[in-house]
């Protein structure tokens, strides 16, 4: 009865998705709003925001989960630096070879690696 429960559980887990396995796309959404922690809206214009508080110095985020997949979305999080190396975008989970860090945030990735899967998923959502 055991094996048979675990095996059940073993394929319930390979039939979820990556984005449902990976992350949560509402945390996502309150963490891509943060002005505090995810700071995307800093930079972004995010759907469902108020146009005085997005930001315009990078592109709008309307349609990047149709655009972009799950691979993609997650690198431009990690490394940013590989697509745009003139980009601004800060690496969200890196902690070394980064410059100007607060020392508050010395040695500690801007997210961590759970909430860095649900803004992906967030952002996969944004269709």
Not at 46 to 57: C, D, K
Not at 111 to 123: E, F, M
Request: proline letters at 9%; glycine letters at 10%.
């Amino acid at each position: 009865m055991t094996a048979l429960l675990c095996t059940a559980g073993l394929l319930l887990a390979w039939a979820v998705t990556p984005a449902q396995a990976e992350g949560d796309a509402a945390r996502g959404a309150v963490l891509a709003a943060s002005r505090s922690q995810g700071l995307c809206v800093l930079c972004h214009a995010l759907p469902g925001q108020p146009a005085p508080l997005q930001g315009t110095i990078g592109p709008a985020l309307a349609g990047v989960g149709a655009r972009l997949g799950h691979e993609d979305l997650r690198q431009r999080l990690l490394v940013p630096e590989r697509i745009n190396p003139e980009t601004l975008m800060p690496s969200y989970g890196r902690t070394e070879g980064l410059q100007r860090v607060a020392p508050a945030l010395q040695g500690r990735p801007l997210l961590t690696p759970s909430q860095i899967d649900d803004v992906v998923a967030y952002l996969e959502s944004l269709k």
